[in-house]
């Protein structure tokens, strides 16, 4: 308790309005982002007029550092913006290190959250490189249901579109044309709190999809793309 105290002493507490900049790609900084409420996301480097690409979220209880606690400082490879409305705990990387000197248990907290997404980013490539827009659409949805969960179930419907075209690798019209498909067949609905996807659909990877009534596959080209 004592160390959490001294943690929050010398860290500055942000919120911060969705699409506002946390920290910029090629930034310099001497310090690490920690996550109380709301939901962030990485947005990695990209060509000009590319639009961007998000790589992770960091939810509520997650941190954001650099790739190395042992700097102290380091320059950001990705930029950090707010997906929702969030509050933050800007920690200075010096004291990171020193709670975790004195508390192996944290440090190894850490390199499993690091292991963990890399895991994540790389099965996210996998999908990109592997599956059609529906399935695609479809698991990035469930993922959100667990990322910025609602109180009746689904995900918070302030997460646009464009937020899931530039996680999933596709472009803005597909995710919106593969969106009105999966309402259209009773996968995802919305509400005024949130969207709602059906778990049985939307828990695997692959998941398995309901024809279309004119006999046609959500995964056709054509019907996609119109």
């Known amino acids: 308790m004592t160390d959490r105290k001294a ?4 860290s500055e507490f942000r919120s911060y309005r969705r699409n506002d900049l946390v920290i910029e790609a090629d930034e310099w900084t001497d310090r690490t982002y920690w996550v109380t409420g709301g939901l962030l996301r990485v947005v990695a480097r990209c060509s ?3 639009g961007d690409v998000t790589t992770d979220f960091i939810r509520g209880g997650d941190l954001f550092y650099g790739p190395l606690l042992s700097d102290g400082s380091y320059q950001a490879v990705s930029s950090l913006v707010a997906a929702l409305p969030s509050s933050v705990y800007i920690v200075p990387v010096a004291a ?3 709670l975790c000197s004195k508390n192996p248990e944290m440090a190894m907290a850490l390199i499993d959250l690091t292991t963990k997404r890399m895991g994540l980013l790389r099965r996210q490539m996998r999908r990109i490189s592997s599956l059609p827009a529906a399935a695609l659409v ?3 949805l469930h993922e959100l249901t667990e990322l910025a969960p609602v109180s009746s179930g689904g995900y918070d419907k302030r997460i646009t579109q464009s937020v899931i075209a530039s996680y999933s690798g596709l472009s803005r019209e597909v995710v919106n044309k593969t969106m009105r498909d999966l309402e259209s067949r009773g996968v995802v609905r919305r509400d005024g709190l949130g969207i709602h996807v059906r778990l049985d659909l939307a828990s695997t990877d692959s998941p398995e ?3 279309a009534p004119d006999g046609s596959s959500i995964d056709d080209p054509q019907t996609l793309d119109g």
Request: proline share 6%; charged share 5%.
């Open 138 to 140: 479809s698991g990035v």
């Open 48 to 50: 000009a007029g590319s």
């Open 7 to 10: 943690l929050i002493q010398c």
């Open 96 to 98: 990171v290190r020193a």
């Open 209 to 211: 999809l309901l024809p």
